[in-house]
């Protein structure tokens, strides 16, 4: 349906009379740069379109673009999204509030909040996606969702130093190792590590932030070890105050994530890891807001022993978690992904190859 036919004066909101107009300004903007002639384009003229045609004359135009995967990937949008609107007879209303959310999902994003990685959580679309770029071999620590939280000026700390500076926390001893699928330690990992405070929030968070808490960056040593002390991981909920809140609340759905500590593993050669550890017995363990849990990344802190507290030096009252993480590399990754992606294409019948590494339609 024309734009134009959707405006009534009377009823336009705000952020659509604004999106309008970027809109425009973008079709300014992008006349000056495209002094594309009408007679250049190479497409069947497009009239008349209805909602039976307008899919194929859509992909039909998007397919002047030289970028083959670029091309693949709009073809496969358009078709899912004129699919939905058809499946769904989606009302005018609707697809404005649609519309209308993402707006506020952008509106309401900031350096420290990213409303957009929250929808994808919720949607189950990060752990999806994460699933598909980062396929694991068995008996290798898996992935989880990465969230909205992640920061980059966390302090590289020593072994055995303390991220937390919350002392209403329960203080948790980690001692970790890293290694590879073979059992041998892996030196010079750089691991990002964070968590939320006692009262389950993360540092930026709080307006009046002035240095990242909560977090470090540790790298492991000779021994693929590293050791850290924090806070026992309280369950928390996910910003509901936004868009993606109202919507969790619509669906009738909790915003809780079953409390966890996260960990972003990089080293040149080994496959970037994301993930994160669930403590044993939350009450959200199975209904994480963000799909994120595993079984292999549930974990059971104990009560740590005497001897192992005057060790490391933290107070006897401790919780000690030990976990190994086993690495793979980038190639074992890549070649998994490769062989899954080639099964799966096979499987739905399509008629596709993969450059480098990601489908695009065999036309040789
Ligand atoms: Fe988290």
């Known amino acids: 349906m024309p734009v134009s036919r959707l405006i009534r004066p009377n009823s336009v909101s705000t952020s659509y009379t604004t999106t309008t107009s970027a809109i425009r300004l973008c079709q300014i ?6 002094n594309m ?28 673009c030289k970028d083959r995967r670029l091309r693949y990937v709009m073809e496969r949008l358009v078709t899912h999204l004129h699919d939905f609107a058809r499946e769904t007879r989606i009302s005018t209303d609707e697809w404005m509030a649609g519309l209308n959310f993402l707006v506020q999902c952008g509106q309401i994003s900031s350096d420290v909040r990213h409303e957009f990685i929250l929808l994808s959580d919720i949607l189950g679309l990060s752990l999806l996606v994460d699933s598909i770029n980062h396929p694991k071999p068995q008996n290798t620590t898996e992935g989880s969702v990465l969230g909205p939280f992640h920061t980059h000026d966390a302090p590289t ?14 203080p948790l001893l980690c001692i970790c190792t890293v290694k590879d699928t073979k059992g041998k330690p892996i030196e010079g990992v750089k691991i990002d590590i964070w968590e939320t405070d006692s009262t389950g929030h993360y540092d930026v968070q709080h307006s009046d932030r002035n ?52 960990f972003m593993m990089e080293k040149p050669g080994c496959d970037h890891l994301i993930t994160a550890l669930y403590m044993r017995g939350d009450p959200y363990e199975t209904s994480d807001a963000v799909f994120g849990v595993k079984k292999s990344l549930i974990v059971e ?16 009252n401790s919780w000690v978690l030990k976990h190994d993480f086993v690495l793979t590399t980038d190639q074992e990754t890549a070649n998994l992904r490769d062989r899954l992606a080639k099964e799966a294409l096979e499987k739905q019948g399509l008629n596709l190859k993969l450059v480098d590494h990601l ?5 040789d």
Not at 215 to 243: E, N, Q
Not at 301 to 316: F, H, L, N, R
Not at 359 to 363: G, I, K, N, S
Request: glycine share 6%; net charge negative; proline share 12%.
């Open 37 to 64: 002639a009408a007679d250049k384009v190479s497409v069947p003229e497009l009239l008349d379109l209805t909602i039976d045609n307008i899919t194929p004359n859509a992909i039909k135009i998007n397919s002047q």
């Open 301 to 316: 802190p104990q009560k740590i022993d005497s001897a192992t507290a005057k060790k490391y030096g933290v107070p006897e």
């Open 211 to 262: 240095e990242p808490t909560e977090r470090c960056v540790m790298v492991s040593d000779a021994t693929g070890d590293f050791w850290f002390k924090c806070i026992l991981p309280v369950s928390y909920p996910i910003p509901h105050d936004g868009p993606v809140g109202k919507l969790l609340l619509k669906l009738g759905r909790h915003p809780w994530r079953p409390a966890h500590l996260h």
């Open 29 to 34: 903007t992008s006349q000056k740069k495209c």
């Open 359 to 363: 489908p695009v339609p065999d036309l």
């Open 157 to 170: 700390l020593e072994n055995g130093a303390n991220m937390s500076s919350d002392p209403q926390g329960e």
